[in-house]
């Protein structure tokens, strides 16, 4: 498929989704599901104001920091637990936990242990993007061709050249699919460390337009966290 013909069938997808909310929001009461139009007039008065972009710019800060240092510690993991097994063994039983807690109770012990407030939303943004990042590194690593690191064994390759020359050129695919994920992943889970945990960002306007019944504030939120994901994938993770 051409990226033209990419393009238009994504244009009409999008189109779809519209013409499918407006629908719905004609035959139900407009505090459930508020139109298209009527959203975008809420997106329009907060960024007008300072809303908006005071709020985002703590979300982003928090995703940021939370992404980098999970993503980081993902992929040195990773990467060690595929050089060496007994690396991997002792670090299986860390990640079955980290990958079977369900994300809510990583940020209820979160906030027991740290209170409310951003080193809390971005520990539960780490912690919760860490395991994505460490079973694609590691499965890059596996998936490397064992006749390559024999090759480097068999010349002698400094651990430096066998890092550069072999590991980081293998799992470079497995790792941006691992990092698009982690960036998804961690859109959710700052947004609901701010919901119970924090009294800033933008999952906190969204859960006070969520109690005050303000539905055109609260899907204008939506919006401007689908465009903050698709700053991210279509501004850095796929050009990279």
């Given at each position: 498929m051409t990226s033209r013909a990419r393009l238009v069938y994504t244009v009409g997808g999008v189109v779809a989704l519209l013409v499918v909310w407006e629908l719905v929001s004609l035959v139900v009461d407009p505090i459930s599901v508020p139109s298209p139009a009527a959203t975008a007039v809420a997106l329009a008065d907060l960024a007008w104001g300072s809303t908006l972009w005071v709020e985002l710019l703590i979300t982003l800060k928090r995703l940021v920091v939370g992404l980098a240092v999970g993503v980081a510690a993902g992929w040195v993991l990773g990467v060690l637990a595929g050089v060496q097994p007994r690396v991997r063994a002792f670090l299986e039983p860390l990640r079955w936990?980290?990958?079977?807690?369900?994300?809510?109770?990583?940020?209820?012990?979160?906030?027991?242990?740290?209170?409310?407030?951003?080193?809390?939303?971005?520990?539960?943004?780490?912690?919760?993007?860490l395991p994505t990042m460490y079973v694609n590194t590691l499965s890059g690593v596996l998936a490397i061709d064992p006749r390559l690191t024999e090759m480097g064994r068999v010349y002698r390759f400094p651990r430096?050249?066998?890092?550069?020359?072999?590991?980081?050129?293998?799992?470079?695919?497995?790792?941006?699919?691992?990092?698009?994920?982690?960036?998804?992943?961690?859109?959710?889970?700052?947004?609901?460390?701010?919901?119970?945990?924090?009294?800033?960002?933008?999952?906190?306007?969204?859960?006070?337009?969520?109690?005050?019944?303000?539905?055109?504030?609260?899907?204008?939120?939506?919006?401007?966290?689908?465009?903050?994901l698709a700053a991210m994938e279509f501004g850095a993770l796929r050009p990279l």
């Amino acid at each position: 498929m051409t990226s033209r013909a990419r393009l238009v069938y994504t244009v009409g997808g999008v189109v779809a989704l519209l013409v499918v909310w407006e629908l719905v929001s004609l035959v139900v009461d407009p505090i459930s599901v508020p139109s298209p139009a009527a959203t975008a007039v809420a997106l329009a008065d907060l960024a007008w104001g300072s809303t908006l972009w005071v709020e985002l710019l703590i979300t982003l800060k928090r995703l940021v920091v939370g992404l980098a240092v999970g993503v980081a510690a993902g992929w040195v993991l990773g990467v060690l637990a595929g050089v060496q097994p007994r690396v991997r063994a002792f670090l299986e039983p860390l990640r079955w936990v980290l990958m079977t807690i369900p994300a809510v109770i990583i940020a209820g012990l979160a906030m027991l242990w740290f209170g409310l407030g951003d080193f809390t939303v971005m520990f539960i943004t780490a912690v919760i993007v860490l395991p994505t990042m460490y079973v694609n590194t590691l499965s890059g690593v596996l998936a490397i061709d064992p006749r390559l690191t024999e090759m480097g064994r068999v010349y002698r390759f400094p651990r430096r050249l066998m890092l550069s020359e072999i590991y980081l050129p293998g799992i470079a695919s497995p790792v941006l699919a691992g990092l698009t994920l982690a960036a998804g992943i961690g859109v959710r889970a700052v947004v609901l460390g701010e919901v119970l945990g924090a009294m800033s960002g933008i999952g906190h306007a969204f859960s006070r337009a969520n109690s005050l019944l303000e539905t055109e504030e609260l899907f204008a939120w939506i919006g401007v966290l689908l465009a903050l994901l698709a700053a991210m994938e279509f501004g850095a993770l796929r050009p990279l």
